[in-house]
C-alpha cells in the first residue's frame, strides 16, 4: 500500500523544515556550472486598471462580442523575456552571481539583441542566439494573466540550429563541465523534445556519469500541443532519466492536462491533498525522478521518497506575475542542486516565487530565510 503523502498545510507545520532549510542554505557550496535554454520572447506588460481581475474581465469580454469593447489599461513597457531567460536570470540572482550560467536561446536573429545584451551580458557566463525571439503581449490582473504570443520564429529553435549556432567542440565543453541543464518552454517550442533527447545523448557519449547532472525541465503552456506531441514527450524522459537527475515540473493548470492522457480528470481541483494526489499519479506514469506542481498558494514533490506538499506564502496582489514561475523553477533547481529533500526544495521554489511577486525581483537565500522569518511571525505583507 502506498504510503501517504506528508501534507504542509501552513508555515507553522513547517518549523522543523524551516529549520534545516536555513542550515542547508548557509552553507559553503562549489561554484557549478552549467547549460539554460532555449526559447526567447519578448515581453510587452499591459496592466488592466478597469476591470482589473481577469473574474471580471471575462464576462465582459464574452458580453461585447459582434460589438465592440474598451477597457483602460496602463503599458508597462518592453523586457526581455521568454521562460528560458528569466530563468536563468533568476537562478544567476538566487546564487547571488556564484554560479556560471551558458544561456542558449531565440534572443536575435544573427546577433544577440541590445535589450538580452543589457539584461543577461552582465549576469550570464555566455550567450548564443539561435533565432529571432517571439513576440508576446502580456495581459495583467490582479487575479492572473493572459499571455498573447506571437509564436513564429519557435520553430527555428532546432537541433541543428543549436549545433550550428554553438559548434560541435564548444557545446561538448559545455556539456562536459555542467552541472546541470534548465530546459523549459517544451509548450512553444516544437522541436524541444528532440534538443533535450539530444543533450541527455551527449552527455553520455562525452563519458559524463549518469546522474551527475541535473536536468530541470519545465513544459510551460502547452494546451496547443496535441495528445500525440505529449505522448512523444513523455517516451522520451526514460532515456533522459537514466542519464540525468531530472526534474519534471508543472504548473496546476498543465498538470490538469497532463493528467488527461493518463484517464485523469483533476480539472478545478485545488486543495493540498488532491494536488499531491495529482504529483504522485503523474510521477507513477512519467519517467522522472521528480514530478513537481505548483499551484499559486503551494507546491507538490512526488519521488522515490514519496510524496509531499508544501504550503507557500501566496500574495494575493502580486506586483507582477510574469516571471514568478521561472522564479519557482529557478528555485527548485537551486536548492536541488544544494541536495535538498523534496520538502526543502518545494520550500525554495514558494520562496522564490513568494519574494519575486512581491518585489518584482529574485531572491538570493539570505532573502528567503527574511521572507520565511516574517512569514512565521505573520509579518508578511503583500509587499517587501
Keep these: 500500500m502506498a504510503t501517504p503523502p506528508t501534507i504542509y498545510r501552513n508555515v507553522a507545520a513547517l518549523a522543523e523544515v524551516i529549520a534545516e532549510f536555513k542550515i542547508q542554505s548557509a552553507s559553503a557550496q562549489p561554484r557549478l556550472s552549467g547549460v539554460c535554454g532555449f526559447d526567447g520572447f519578448i515581453d510587452t506588460f499591459v496592466r488592466l486598471q478597469s476591470p482589473a481581475s481577469m473574474a471580471e474581465f471575462g464576462p465582459k469580454v464574452a458580453a461585447a462580442a459582434g460589438i465592440a469593447a474598451s477597457y483602460a489599461a496602463r503599458h508597462l513597457g518592453d523586457k526581455f523575456g521568454g521562460n528560458g531567460p528569466l530563468f536563468a536570470a533568476a537562478l544567476h540572482d538566487i546564487h547571488a552571481g556564484a554560479i556560471d550560467v551558458t544561456y542558449i536561446g531565440a534572443m536575435g536573429a544573427g546577433e544577440v539583441l541590445p535589450i538580452y545584451q543589457e539584461a543577461l551580458g552582465g549576469k550570464l557566463k555566455r550567450l548564443y542566439t539561435l533565432a529571432?525571439?517571439?513576440?508576446?503581449?502580456?495581459?495583467?490582473?490582479?487575479?492572473?494573466?493572459?499571455?498573447?504570443?506571437?509564436?513564429a520564429a519557435c520553430g527555428q529553435v532546432t537541433w541543428e540550429r543549436l549545433l550550428e549556432c554553438v559548434g560541435p567542440a564548444a557545446l561538448d565543453a559545455e556539456l562536459a563541465a555542467a552541472g546541470f541543464i534548465s530546459a523549459v518552454n517544451w509548450g512553444k517550442l516544437p522541436h524541444a523534445g528532440v534538443i533535450w533527447s539530444h543533450l541527455a545523448e551527449r552527455l553520455a557519449s562525452l563519458g559524463v556519469a549518469a546522474k551527475k547532472v541535473v536536468f530541470f525541465m519545465d513544459l510551460a503552456e502547452f494546451e496547443t500541443r496535441p495528445v500525440v506531441d505529449r505522448e512523444d514527450l513523455l517516451a522520451r524522459?526514460?532515456?533522459?532519466?537514466?542519464?540525468?537527475?531530472?526534474?519534471?515540473?508543472?504548473?496546476?493548470?498543465?498538470?490538469?492536462?497532463?493528467?488527461?492522457?493518463?484517464g485523469a480528470d483533476y480539472h478545478g481541483r485545488r486543495d493540498a491533498d488532491a494536488v499531491a494526489e495529482l504529483a504522485g499519479l503523474l510521477r507513477s506514469h512519467i519517467a522522472v525522478d521528480r514530478v513537481i506542481v505548483h499551484p499559486n498558494d503551494g507546491a507538490a514533490c512526488a519521488s522515490a521518497a514519496g510524496t509531499v506538499y508544501v504550503a507557500g506564502p501566496y500574495c494575493r496582489e502580486p506586483l507582477i506575475s510574469t516571471g514568478a514561475g521561472d522564479n519557482f523553477g529557478a528555485?527548485?533547481?537551486?536548492?536541488?542542486?544544494?541536495?535538498?529533500?523534496?520538502?526543502?526544495?518545494?520550500?525554495?521554489?514558494?520562496?522564490?516565487?513568494?519574494?519575486?511577486?512581491?518585489?518584482g525581483c529574485s531572491a538570493a537565500f539570505p532573502a528567503m530565510v527574511n521572507l520565511l522569518d516574517a512569514w512565521a511571525a505573520g509579518t508578511l505583507g503583500e509587499r517587501l
Design 331 to 359: 528555485g527548485c533547481l537551486a536548492a536541488a542542486l544544494r541536495g535538498f529533500d523534496d520538502a526543502g526544495l518545494l520550500l525554495a521554489g514558494n520562496c522564490a516565487s513568494g519574494h519575486f511577486v512581491r518585489t
Design 237 to 262: 524522459m526514460e532515456p533522459i532519466t537514466r542519464q540525468c537527475q531530472t526534474l519534471l515540473s508543472f504548473n496546476l493548470k498543465e498538470a490538469w492536462q497532463m493528467a488527461e492522457v493518463f
Design 132 to 151: 529571432a525571439p517571439a513576440r508576446t503581449t502580456c495581459l495583467e490582473f490582479t487575479d492572473g494573466k493572459v499571455m498573447l504570443c506571437d509564436m
